[in-house]
Structure formats: C-alpha cells, structure tokens
C-alpha cells in the first residue's frame, strides 16, 4: 500500500508523514527531497537554475517512479503535485495507492507560511500577511478542485501533529 499525503504547502505532510509511517511501520519518503536528492540541486534552486516548467517535469518524473517501486510507503507530495501533468490522475487511477486530502483553512495556510516561506520560491518573496493571504487565496481557489480529488479528506485547522495523524490512521482502517 503507498498513502499518498497530499495539500497546499504548510499543509503538514511531512511532518504528518513522518509520524504515520512511525505509527504504521511504513517507510516514508518526501517527494521534493527526494527530488532534491537525484538532481543533486535544492528546489529553490532547481526553480532559480532550470525553471519551473523543469521542476514540473522532474516532479512527475519522480512520482511516477516512486509509484511504479516502492511498498508499504507514506509519500508526501509537494504542494503543486497533483495540479500538473497528469499526477492526480495518476495517483487515482494507481493499484493499491490511497489518497490524504491534508485540508488547511487560508488563515492556517498565511500564518504557518509567513515562518516558513524560505525555502518556498514561489512565496518566498511576498513581505505582508495581507499579500500572503491574497496570493494564497487565489492559489488555493486553482488548486482546490485538484486536492479535492483525494479519495479521503481530513482537516488540520485547531489540531496538533498527533491528532491528525491519529484521524489520518483511523480513515485509513
Ligand atoms: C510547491 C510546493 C513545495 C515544492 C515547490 C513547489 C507548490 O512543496 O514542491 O516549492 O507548487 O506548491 P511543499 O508543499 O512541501 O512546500
């Protein structure tokens, strides 16, 4: 079985990731790292150096790979995965593969992501918690109905890490 975690960014994923597959004995693996792993290059720099149209490209590569290999694993997309190519399809349409809708409210997403929009290139240079809040907005009304494909749905607002993960873990039976 490969659970798929997928959701805007600061969604949790990883961190949620990371968890179930310590609960469930899964191994976990971070899409962007890994992606970050075979091209030797951070993301932000694979968008600085080749361009995001690259990235994409390489995302899919990586997805498509891992779906094709791996067991018994926690995946945790990144945020624009399932809104390109044909990733979402993909991911629905896979033998034994299950999809996590990580759903967060944009108030969450704005203030979780005005810490950690560093390593974000396509945020990182938004200054305010009003730019960051308008441009989430509208990026999240794009990605929405792709997210919203996921078989499972939980929602993150006003929960820590381990009740997610323990809501996560009781969808999943
Ligand atoms: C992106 C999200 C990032 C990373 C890249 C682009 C996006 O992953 O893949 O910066 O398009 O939303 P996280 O969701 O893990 O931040």
Known sequence: ????????????????????AK?????????DDYIE?????????IFKKKGEVYFRKQES???KKLLKKDKNMILAVGGGTPCYSDN??????????????????????????MEKKAKRPLIA??????????FIGKHLFERMPFYEQAETHVSIDGKDKDEVTEEVAEKLL
């Open 23 to 31: 609960k469930l004995n899964y191994k976990f693996v971070d899409l």
């Open 37 to 45: 792993d075979k091209e030797n290059l951070s993301v932000s720099k």
């Open 88 to 113: 979402m399809k993909l991911i629905l349409g896979a033998d034994e593969v299950k999809s996590i809708y990580l759903k967060a409210s944009l108030p969450t997403l704005a203030n979780k992501l």
């Open 125 to 134: 240079h938004i200054e305010t918690l009003e730019a960051m809040t308008e």
């Open 61 to 63: 590569h990586y997805l």
């Open 1 to 20: 079985m490969i659970i798929i975690l997928i959701g805007y960014m600061a969604s949790g994923k990883s961190s949620i990731g990371k968890r179930l």
